[in-house]
């Protein structure tokens, strides 16, 4: 193990630097001799490389050393040999080398002051690469990266070439890691690489590596590999993560990964990032999955799983641009639903089941906007079934709400057309439906908000739109003859009489003033008759307007607020309760209102909506819980329940959710999706110890879905991250595995970055990228 004293002489080297002495200092060519009054000095010339050069011999002790200066370089022995002529310094005994932040001890040295080169024998050195300390998670500000080998030439100003040594950025008296190489070439403030390195912890030798880059910038982004992740998993057998960072300036980078699984194959891919200003940024990444032919065992059978390829695709941007124009792009595409869920360990990336891309442009100016967009969405019902929803493109221009004159009306408008494609994939077929559609409207608003307590707002429009193709009367099949929809809708909202009362609490730490208001309201809905419904084909909810009836919505919310005592108190709601219902002129418009969760779920019809209720309670600013209810009183059932809360401190971040749903399906009129989910970390503010756990659960099934539990431990130089994942596939016949258990292990070092890879792993320990 080695053992590093050196860095006592390096601290002795300051000591000198400090401490005054008699001195005399004589100038050879640039370089000054400092020799103590009571130490002994000569002065000759002696034959050098078959020339006669003066040579000056200085002699000193480890308490008063002999010190040369050269320009910025210092160096300080018990014993120095000085050719000024020929720009050479010799030394030996208790050597220290000093030039700007830098430092090197050795036991002898031979130097030539003109190139600024020379070698050290039996050498130790220290760089600082930063101005200011570098509190990091291990709370380490020591120098940067100490150095030693057998022999250590300096070879340029800031370049070192060294003989049988190690390189670490653990600065201690005992260090956590080392990087032992027969060959390193260290470029001080760029890069160190090492030929037929060994890397160890704690002394104890883990991996071989036959060359390694390992990046020392000064900045805290730096090209150069990452450190890697080592995992076991049911399906894919044991695995490796590596990733290598290209910073290719301060405001862009680029990432590739390889992952190696010792069962399935190989992934590898690469992501791109970049942020050009403060309104323009965007991010690119592709991975690949190569599988080669696996064999499982499950419940005593034997499966084969075929050899495959697949890959993913995912990146956005979004830029600013002159005119006040920006334009924006997203990109959510993989080629196997099934890959996506067996490989991803985030839940919610390996239970998307839908792909897609698009994008957009639109442009303000004097209240007139002009957008277009196109977008691909593709939703999985299964391996290979699916529904697609395609916009190709949809141009819309409209005038935002605008006073009239000084009248007090207000007016808008809007045009919209769509050309839009709507399908059904199985397998290899695909069926599906173009519609062309322009739809064009316009409003009319009256605001009256005389009275503080009482608030009226008046609206009247007009829609109109048109389809090349529509619905036959009476088959109900799709025949190319346009229609025109048109229809006038008439709403009026009521929101008062608003009730508030004040309580003044002085003395309160809480709140020295609660304020509780109630605001009951209603809102009038008319829309004329649609004569040809029936031949309109549905696209999207615009398309389901009936007509023909009054509705009426009606509700009351209910807020308390509160406020601290002092000048620049401000007032904060930590309660706010809304109940609302609808009752609809025509039963068949319950069906297709879009306020409430449930109604496009093949309720029947009625007269009212379910009664819905949403509270939200945040007794602090770091504590919420939020609740939302629909109760349908057609059947004296709550068909929707939302529960959740958070909390979200310093140290501790927790939230969970509880839902529930029952639709009438078929026959079975309570089809219960029951779920709850729940997730927590904790770290300390050191952030040297932190871990958390997430799950997701089935009620109605009584199945665990998954559960994560990730921890890291990070002391001084060095740490530790792993997690633990259980997963349970669905009983579907394209999981070959009924559940899935996944461990990653990871170890973090100062000043080498950590990652999480493509597929989620390690995610929510502190990471970076160097």
């Given at each position: 193990?080695?053992?590093?004293?050196?860095?006592?002489?390096?601290?002795?080297?300051?000591d000198?630097l400090?401490?005054?002495?008699?001195?005399?200092?004589?100038?050879?060519?640039?370089?000054?001799?400092?020799?103590?009054?009571?130490?002994?000095?000569?002065?000759?010339?002696?034959?050098?490389n078959?020339?006669?050069?003066?040579?000056?011999?200085?002699d000193?002790?480890?308490?008063?050393?002999?010190?040369?200066?050269?320009?910025?370089?210092?160096?300080?022995?018990?014993?120095?040999?000085?050719?000024?002529?020929?720009?050479?310094?010799?030394?030996?005994?208790?050597?220290?080398?000093?030039?700007?932040?830098?430092?090197?001890?050795?036991?002898?040295?031979?130097?030539?002051?003109?190139?600024?080169?020379?070698?050290?024998?039996?050498?130790?050195g220290?760089?600082?690469?930063?101005?200011?300390?570098?509190?990091?998670?291990f709370?380490?500000?020591?120098?940067?990266?100490y150095?030693?080998?057998?022999?250590?030439?300096?070879?340029?100003?800031?370049?070192?070439?060294?003989?049988?040594?190690?390189?670490?950025?653990?600065?201690?008296?005992?260090?956590?890691?080392?990087?032992?190489?027969?060959?390193?070439?260290?470029?001080?403030?760029?890069?160190?690489?090492?030929k037929n390195?060994?890397?160890?912890?704690?002394?104890?030798?883990l991996?071989?590596?036959?060359?390694?880059?390992?990046?020392?910038?000064?900045?805290d982004?730096?090209?150069?590999?990452?450190?890697?992740?080592?995992?076991?998993s049911?399906?894919?057998?044991?695995?490796?993560?590596?990733?290598f960072?290209?910073?290719?300036?301060?405001?862009?980078?680029?990432t590739?990964?390889?992952?190696?699984?010792?069962?399935?194959?190989?992934?590898?891919g690469?992501?791109?990032?970049?942020?050009?200003?403060?309104?323009?940024?965007?991010?690119?990444?592709?991975?690949?999955?190569?599988?080669?032919?696996?064999?499982?065992?499950?419940?005593?059978?034997?499966?084969?799983?075929?050899?495959?390829k697949?890959?993913?695709?995912?990146?956005?941007?979004?830029?600013?641009?002159?005119?006040?124009?920006?334009?924006?792009?997203?990109?959510?595409?993989f080629?196997?639903?099934?890959?996506?869920?067996?490989?991803?360990?985030?839940?919610?990336?390996?239970?998307?089941?839908?792909?897609?891309?698009?994008?957009?442009?639109?442009?303000?100016l004097?209240?007139?906007?002009?957008?277009?967009?196109?977008s691909?969405?593709?939703?999985?019902?299964?391996?290979?079934?699916?529904?697609?929803?395609?916009?190709?493109?949809?141009?819309?221009?409209?005038?935002?709400?605008?006073?009239?004159?000084?009248?007090?009306?207000?007016?808008?408008?809007s045009?919209?057309?769509?050309?839009a494609?709507?399908?059904?994939?199985?397998?290899?077929?695909?069926?599906?439906?173009?519609?062309?559609?322009?739809?064009?409207?316009?409003?009319?608003r009256?605001?009256?908000?005389?009275?503080?307590?009482?608030?009226?707002?008046?609206?009247?429009?007009?829609?109109g739109?048109?389809?090349?193709?529509?619905?036959?009367?009476?088959?109900?099949?799709?025949?190319?003859?346009?229609?025109?929809?048109?229809?006038?809708?008439?709403?009026?909202?009521?929101v008062?009489?608003?009730?508030a009362?004040?309580?003044?609490?002085?003395?309160?730490?809480?709140?020295?003033?609660?304020?509780?208001?109630?605001?009951?309201?209603?809102?009038?809905r008319?829309?004329?008759?649609?004569?040809?419904?029936?031949?309109?084909?549905?696209?999207?909810?615009?398309?389901?307007?009936?007509?023909?009836s009054?509705?009426?919505?009606?509700?009351?919310?209910?807020?308390?607020?509160?406020?601290?005592?002092?000048?620049d108190?401000?007032?904060?709601?930590?309660?706010?309760?809304?109940?609302?219902?609808?009752?609809?002129?025509?039963?068949?418009?319950?069906?297709?209102?879009?306020?409430?969760?449930?109604?496009?779920?093949?309720?029947?019809?009625?007269?009212?909506?379910?009664?819905?209720?949403?509270?939200?309670?945040?007794?602090?600013?770091?504590?919420?819980?939020?609740?939302?209810?629909?109760?349908?009183?057609?059947?004296?059932?709550?068909?929707?329940i939302?529960?959740?809360?958070?909390?979200?401190t310093?140290?501790?971040?927790?939230?969970?959710?509880?839902?529930?749903?029952?639709?009438?399906?078929?026959?079975?009129?309570?089809?219960?999706?029951?779920?709850?989910?729940?997730?927590a970390?904790?770290?300390?503010?050191?952030?040297?110890?932190?871990?958390?756990?997430?799950?997701?659960?089935?009620?109605?099934?009584?199945?665990?879905?998954?559960?994560?539990?990730?921890?890291?431990?990070?002391?001084?130089?060095?740490?530790?991250?792993?997690?633990?994942?259980?997963?349970?596939?669905?009983?579907?016949?394209?999981?070959?595995?009924?559940?899935?258990?996944?461990?990653?292990?990871?170890?973090t070092?100062?000043?080498?970055?950590?990652?999480?890879?493509f597929?989620?792993?390690l995610?929510?320990?502190?990471?970076?990228?160097?």
């Open positions: 193990m080695v053992r590093f004293y050196p860095i006592l002489v390096l601290c002795f080297a300051v000198w400090g401490v005054p002495a008699p001195a005399r200092a004589q100038d050879f060519s640039g370089c000054n001799l400092y020799q103590a009054q009571s130490l002994k000095a000569s002065m000759g010339k002696e034959i050098v078959g020339k006669l050069a003066d040579h000056a011999i200085l000193g002790t480890p308490d008063v050393p002999v010190r040369i200066d050269c320009d910025e370089m210092q160096f300080f022995a018990d014993h120095m040999e000085h050719y000024p002529e020929l720009g050479r310094i010799t030394a030996r005994g208790n050597i220290v080398f000093v030039s700007g932040r830098n430092r090197i001890t050795a036991e002898r040295m031979e130097f030539d002051t003109k190139n600024r080169t020379g070698t050290f024998y039996v050498a130790f220290t760089a600082e690469l930063r101005d200011k300390p570098n509190p990091s998670l709370g380490s500000q020591e120098p940067d990266a150095f030693w080998g057998e022999e250590l030439h300096k070879i340029g100003p800031k370049k070192y070439r060294l003989k049988n040594g190690g390189f670490t950025t653990c600065v201690q008296p005992t260090p956590r890691w080392v990087l032992v190489s027969g060959s390193i070439t260290l470029n001080l403030d760029d890069y160190a690489i090492l390195a060994i890397f160890s912890v704690k002394g104890v030798p991996m071989y590596l036959p060359i390694m880059y390992y990046p020392i910038q000064e900045e982004r730096a090209t150069g590999f990452l450190m890697p992740i080592y995992g076991n049911t399906y894919r057998g044991r695995t490796i993560s590596n990733q960072f290209w910073a290719l300036s301060r405001s862009q980078d680029a590739f990964v390889h992952d190696w699984f010792s069962n399935t194959g190989m992934g590898y690469g992501e791109y990032r970049y942020i050009r200003s403060a309104t323009g940024n965007g991010n690119a990444r592709a991975y690949v999955i190569n599988e080669h032919q696996a064999t499982f065992e499950n419940n005593g059978q034997t499966i084969d799983s075929p050899a495959r697949s890959y993913s695709l995912r990146g956005n941007m979004s830029e600013q641009l002159p005119g006040h124009t920006r334009v924006s792009g997203y990109l959510d595409y080629s196997d639903v099934t890959v996506q869920q067996l490989y991803n360990q985030n839940i919610y990336d390996a239970s998307q089941r839908s792909r897609r891309w698009g994008g957009s442009a639109a442009a303000n004097s209240g007139f906007s002009l957008s277009g967009t196109y691909y969405d593709e939703y999985f019902y299964g391996a290979t079934s699916s529904s697609i929803n395609e916009q190709r493109p949809s141009i819309s221009f409209s005038r935002s709400t605008t006073r009239l004159g000084k009248t007090p009306l207000y007016v808008n408008g045009v919209n057309y769509s050309n494609l709507r399908g059904t994939r199985s397998g290899t077929t695909v069926s599906d439906l173009t519609l062309q559609r322009w739809d064009s409207g316009g409003g009319v009256l605001p009256f908000s005389k009275l503080t307590f009482l608030t009226v707002n008046s609206n009247m429009g007009w829609r739109t048109w389809y090349n193709k529509s619905n036959d009367p009476v088959t109900g099949a799709v025949v190319p003859i346009g229609i025109l929809r048109q229809y006038f809708d008439f709403r009026s909202e009521i008062g009489p608003v009730f009362r004040v309580w003044d609490r002085p003395g309160s730490g809480y709140a020295a003033r609660i304020k509780h208001v109630i605001e009951p309201s209603i809102e009038f008319r829309t004329t008759t649609v004569e040809n419904v029936k031949q309109v084909i549905k696209l999207d909810r615009r398309d389901y307007t009936i007509g023909g009054l509705e009426m919505q009606y509700g009351l919310v209910n807020r308390v607020l509160v406020k601290g005592s002092g000048p108190a401000t007032a904060r709601e930590i309660l706010s309760t809304t109940i609302q219902q609808t009752h609809y002129g025509n039963p068949e418009l319950s069906q297709f209102d879009g306020s409430y969760s449930t109604s496009f779920y093949g309720r029947p019809p009625s007269n009212f909506s379910p009664v819905s209720l949403t509270t939200r309670f945040t007794p602090v600013s770091s504590a919420s819980v939020d609740v939302r209810m629909e109760y349908d009183p057609e059947i004296s059932a709550f068909q929707s939302s529960l959740g809360g958070s909390v979200n310093t140290l501790l971040q927790a939230s969970g959710n509880f839902s529930q749903r029952k639709l009438p399906t078929g026959a079975d009129l309570f089809r219960s999706d029951n779920f709850i989910t729940g997730a970390s904790y770290r300390l503010p050191s952030q040297r110890l932190g871990g958390a756990y997430s799950f997701n659960y089935d009620i109605g099934r009584s199945t665990w879905i998954q559960q994560r539990v990730t921890a890291y431990y990070n002391a001084q130089c060095c740490g530790i991250a792993f997690e633990y994942q259980r997963y349970n596939y669905p009983s579907f016949s394209r999981f070959i595995i009924p559940k899935d258990q996944r461990f990653n292990i990871s170890f070092l100062a000043g080498v970055g950590t990652f999480s890879n597929l989620g792993a995610t929510g320990q502190p990471t970076t990228q160097r």
